[in-house]
């Protein structure tokens, strides 16, 4: 059976509506006579809707059709969520991610087990489309070329493209050495004659109350983790590393995973190792309610306006405590695995944020 890696797929229903100008009765007024030419009437700025235009109408069916899912994957393709009902029933439907506030969607399918004719090692293909200008420089420059990056225990290899104002990447896995440019080709090609059907991508407007991307080594510092951790903690990823996703979220201002851990090598005999990991979602609250489900209950965290955890008991302590926090804006995750200081934390770095 094959591994399961991070998810961010993102659904939206989107409302719009215009508002027709009242239209003033007309008024026999004389004409002024001009001299010269008359300067030209600048055309109206549109407004940037509040809740942002999602890629595609923010559903993955609109992204690649069922028919060229199967041109890429072969017969028998199933769309993640699927995949995911037939291979892990209990694990429920994925959550909307912050992509979304930045205008952007990611899909997945996977190959049937099955499947005939593709690269050694390729399970999948994904698409991410997102506003151009959220994705920033970096890592459109980054995935011009193909490339491939280690991934926890796989690889995902990945291809990037501008379409008008849309940049669109094209991601496969799980297992491959060297990018299979032709099929990422293939996929971004497929979901750029997509494209057009839809209203151009644009991110939510950012307000002034929303959290700003703090460098996370610097908010470790802020929040006095060495108080928690131990004076020689360490910064980063436990195991794998930082993937392209995680960097696109920073760039578009929408998300922020951090990750700290126990020294291993100092901790006194008798206390506890602990690897806190952090995701911050500025102006994430309004996810708030998929997050509230039946198994977390409401917990008391200074600071916020509304907290949920969920604690996993081993046999003899807590073996991993996870707090989701709000303060009616913004959205702060904290797991711990090792221990129960999920609440401290999430306090300190609620007060650090503000």
């Not at 969607?105 to 050694?120: F, H, K, Q, S, V």
Request: overall charge negative; some cysteine; charged content about 20%.
């Amino acid at each position: 059976m094959r591994p399961l890696r991070a998810l961010v797929i993102a659904t939206v229903l989107l409302l719009s509506g215009c508002v027709a100008a009242p239209t003033a009765e007309p008024i026999d007024t004389p004409t002024p006579a001009t001299t010269g030419t008359a300067s030209p009437t600048p055309s109206p700025t549109p407004s940037v809707p509040a809740e942002g235009i999602v890629a595609f109408g923010g559903d993955c069916d609109n992204v690649l059709t069922e028919a060229q899912v199967e041109e890429i994957l072969g017969a028998g393709a199933l769309p993640f969520p699927e995949w995911m009902a037939v291979h892990y029933p209990d694990y429920g439907e994925p959550a909307s991610g912050p992509l979304e506030r930045a205008g952007g969607i990611d899909c997945r399918w996977m190959a049937a087990d099955d499947a005939e004719g593709l690269p050694e090692g390729m399970t999948e293909i994904g698409i991410l489309a997102m506003p151009a200008e959220a994705a920033g420089d970096a890592e459109t420059a980054a995935l011009a070329d193909a490339r491939c990056d280690p991934q926890y225990d796989s690889t995902s290899c990945r291809l990037g493209r501008s379409s008008g104002d849309t940049w669109l990447m094209a991601r496969a896995g799980a297992f491959m050495e060297t990018p299979p440019v032709e099929l990422l080709s293939a996929a971004l090609d497929a979901a750029e004659s997509n494209l057009a059907a839809y209203p151009a991508p644009i991110a939510a407007a950012r307000e002034a109350s929303w959290w700003d991307i703090r460098d996370c080594v610097e908010l470790g510092k802020a929040i006095d983790l060495a108080d928690i951790l131990g004076p020689d903690y360490h910064n980063g990823y436990w195991e794998g590393s930082p993937q392209h996703e995680d960097f696109l979220l920073e760039a578009a201002g929408v998300g922020q995973f951090c990750q700290w851990s126990s020294d291993s090598m100092a901790i006194p005999e008798g206390e506890e190792h602990y690897i806190v990991s952090l995701t911050l979602e500025p102006g994430g609250h309004w996810r708030w309610a998929d997050l509230a489900a039946d198994d977390r209950l409401p917990a008391d965290v200074n600071g916020a306006q509304e907290a949920i955890r969920f604690v996993a008991e081993g046999e003899d302590r807590i073996s991993s405590a996870t707090t989701w926090a709000t303060d009616g804006v913004n959205l702060l995750l904290v797991g711990v695995e090792g221990g129960s200081v999920d609440v401290r934390i999430a306090e300190r770095v609620l007060a650090e944020m503000g």
